[in-house]
């Protein structure tokens, strides 16, 4: 069964990621919470994502839109998040990947979901690499 959207996450939080965490082509996921930049209200987004150090990666990629993801924005205004990976929900902080970073993590991003690198060629907007920082 393929999850997608409200009922990805609300899966994914009754089970601890027991259904939801494992995804499409054996991706994972975990679930971002933001802050709504204009409403204040709290959102929650399935992400794929894959570790790095003690952080983990994550692609504001929107399928190669021209605007980036709404989770995007609200994290561009409020950077404290917070993340769960399966049963494990911890505070972090959300930052872009330095110009330094953000090969080798957009390398090991397309190595988890090639489709990002055709993303990119479908839009003229930089796609970002969001690393997650535990706080």
């Known amino acids: 069964?393929?999850?997608?959207?409200?009922?990805?996450?609300?899966?994914?939080?009754?089970?601890?990621?027991?259904?939801?965490?494992?995804?499409?082509?054996?991706?994972?996921?975990l679930l971002l919470h933001t802050k709504g930049r204009k409403s204040g209200r709290d959102y929650t987004h399935p992400l794929i994502y894959r570790d790095h150090g003690d952080a983990y990666l994550v692609v504001a990629s929107k399928g190669g839109a021209p605007e980036p993801p709404e989770w995007f924005l609200n994290l561009?205004?409020?950077?404290?998040?917070?993340?769960?990976?399966?049963?494990?929900?911890?505070?972090?902080?959300?930052?872009?990947?330095?110009?330094?970073?953000?090969p080798e993590m957009w390398r090991l991003m397309t190595e988890v979901w090639p489709d990002y690198a055709e993303y990119q060629k479908k839009t003229d907007r930089e796609i970002p690499v969001v690393v997650l920082e535990r706080t």
């Open 76 to 102: 561009e205004k409020d950077p404290a998040v917070t993340v769960q990976v399966k049963d494990d929900k911890f505070a972090a902080h959300a930052r872009v990947a330095t110009a330094e970073e953000k």
């Open 1 to 29: 069964m393929t999850l997608f959207g409200k009922e990805h996450v609300e899966r994914y939080e009754a089970t601890d990621g027991a259904e939801g965490y494992v995804w499409r082509n054996g991706t994972t996921i």
